[in-house]
């Protein structure tokens, strides 16, 4: 059972779109919801991340979006460029033991 | 600093062979993890370590063993290797609020 679910699985945008992932997560004990960023060939790297007493957190082209009573968490890239070209994990994080639980990623591809 | 350092790269087994992939990692953190990527399932974490000497299972322990004698060195050993272990796994250190994670050894089992 994914207790972190995300959406779409694979995602195609326009070079200056908007690319919209979304993750839905169960566990109201998660305290902490990052997201990562993975290269082809390459380990995931910390992207941006958010605390749940936040609605929303902005990094450059990079928003987090947090709705707590939904349980839902998205990432919003604004002016996508073909550098973004990568696959997107939420994730969130037990209070208990330091373990992060990810949801299954969405490949980003953006078209120049 | 070289961070997380994971070996070998590339792995390739027959089912029944045993192996052990290494992780390092020279930022002095505590907790440390293992996770293995499969597609669409994000990753899941195998076993973590929250210090020297102190070990315990996450969501997919069966079939590997972990051991934690000092900060720095985290290793995974597959006993014996199934089809169902290819995989790419990745090692973590994890400071705070942040996971850094090493380059990935990418098993095959045949």
């Known amino acids: 059972q994914q207790q972190v679910k995300q959406s779409p699985q694979s995602l195609i945008v326009q070079k200056g779109g908007i690319s919209i992932i979304n993750c839905a997560y169960e566990?109201?004990?998660?305290?902490?919801f990052p997201w990562y960023q993975q290269f082809p060939g390459k380990g995931p790297a910390l992207l941006i991340a958010i605390r749940p007493d936040v609605s929303e957190k902005k990094e450059g082209r990079f928003t987090i979006s947090f709705n707590k009573s939904a349980k839902q968490f998205s990432l919003h890239i604004m002016d996508s460029q073909p550098g973004d070209s990568a696959t997107y994990f939420c994730?969130?994080?037990?209070?208990?033991?330091?373990?992060?639980?990810f949801g299954g990623g969405t490949r980003l591809m953006v078209k120049p | 600093n070289a961070g997380v350092t994971q070996t070998p790269k590339f792995q390739v087994l027959k089912t029944g062979q045993s192996m052990t992939l290494q992780c390092a990692q020279d930022?002095?953190?505590?907790?440390m993890s293992w996770y293995r990527q499969d597609p669409g399932m994000g990753l899941r974490l195998i076993h973590y370590?929250?210090?020297?000497?102190?070990?315990d299972q996450g969501e997919v322990p069966n079939g590997y063993n972990v051991s934690r004698s000092t900060t720095e060195d985290f290793p995974l050993r597959l006993l014996s290797a199934a089809p169902s272990q290819t995989s790419v796994y990745f090692c973590?250190?994890?400071?705070?609020?942040?996971?850094?994670f090493g380059p990935g050894t990418r098993l095959t089992v045949l």
């Open positions: 973590a250190s994890i400071s705070a609020t942040v996971w850094f």
């Open positions: 994730a969130a994080r037990g209070n208990a033991g330091n373990m992060l639980t």
């Open positions: 566990n109201t004990a998660f305290d902490y």
């Open positions: 370590s929250v210090g020297a000497g102190i070990t």
């Open positions: 930022m002095n953190h505590e907790y």
